[in-house]
């Protein structure tokens, strides 16, 4: 299965263009591109293929996973994002 592997960042969006409640903080949310892989589905969990598999897509949001499967090392308000391409 080849993916494409993107890492996504969440920013806060102080002064939105339309009012809003003070309650509520929108955020954006930006990608990069790292990768293009082919990756075996027999070496990913199987809630993940699941996913992938009936969404063309996951975001990873565990660390763990996110580093022993995929070698990225997340930080604070970061995720992967894993879209099927072929």
Do not use: W
């Not at 027999?42 to 990873?60: A, Q, S, W, Y």
């Not at 308000?77 to 072929?86: F, H, M």
């Amino acid at each position: 299965m080849k993916v494409r592997i993107s890492m996504c960042s969440e920013y806060s969006y102080r002064d939105p263009p339309i009012p809003r409640s003070r309650h509520i903080t929108p955020t954006i949310t930006l990608c990069r591109e790292l990768a293009e892989r082919d990756i075996d589905k027999h070496t990913l969990p199987k809630d993940i293929v699941e996913t992938i598999n009936r969404v063309g897509h996951i975001n990873i949001l565990d660390k763990e996973v996110a580093k022993n499967i995929f070698g990225v090392e997340l930080s604070e308000d970061q995720y992967l994002k894993v879209v099927v391409i072929g």
